[in-house]
């Protein structure tokens, strides 16, 4: 497995090593031991989720304020554009964010650290998305911000407009949104 470091310095993308032939291709998607070699973070992931969207559904930008979850996500069908916004208030990249197209073609992974907010746009007629999450769903403590926050000013590759969630569509500024300190 490969790592290659984004503009964020702990967002991180993580390409597997595929081996392929005739019938067919075999990586492994998760090793604990590698995963902190590369990265750096050792982490107990303890909840997988696994999402089918359809085309131009945009779903984000989540992220619990207390018990935040770090998130390794990767693609098995279709294509996503994927990004994560760091909302750490202490940090010097706070309020930026990277994006990045993960498909089932390229097997590609993001790390996602507790931190940061997180978001995908669905690119392909579906996709199926899985994460790892590093800590449970916590409903009373998810916040959302709005995808198209004028400061944070995130380029999504939007053809049409998306489909979100009544709640996605409710998202707070990110001016306004409670963050980590």
């Known amino acids: ?15 597997p090593e595929v081996f392929g032939d005739e019938r067919g ?11 902190e070699e590369l990265t750096g973070a050792r982490v107990d992931f303890v909840q997988d989720n696994h999402s089918r969207s359809e085309r131009n559904v945009l779903r984000g930008l989540h992220y619990q ?14 294509v996503v554009f994927d990004v994560a916004v760091d909302i750490r208030r202490s940090s010097p990249s706070f309020g930026r964010w990277v994006g990045t ?37 916590a409903p009373e403590h998810e916040r959302c911000i ?22 996605d569509a409710k998202g707070t500024l990110f001016s306004g949104a409670e963050v980590f300190d």
């Not at 304020?65 to 069908?77: E, H, M, N, S």
């Not at 197209?101 to 590609?108: G, T, V």
């Not at 709005?146 to 709640?167: G, K, Y």
């Open 65 to 78: 304020i207390r018990r935040p979850q770090g998130k390794l996500v990767r693609v098995i069908a279709g």
């Open 146 to 167: 709005r995808w198209d926050d004028p400061q944070l000013a995130v380029e999504w590759p939007v053809q049409a407009t998306p489909l979100l969630s009544s709640r």
């Open 25 to 35: 291709f075999f990586f492994e998607s998760y090793n604990a031991r590698r995963f």
């Open 101 to 137: 197209q993960l498909s089932a073609a390229n097997k590609r992974q993001l790390w996602v650290p507790p931190g940061y907010a997180h978001g995908f746009l669905v690119l392909s007629d579906t996709a199926e998305v899985l994460y790892k999450a590093t800590d449970y769903w």
């Open 1 to 15: 497995m490969d790592v290659a470091k984004t503009d964020l310095p702990d967002v991180l993308i993580l390409d």
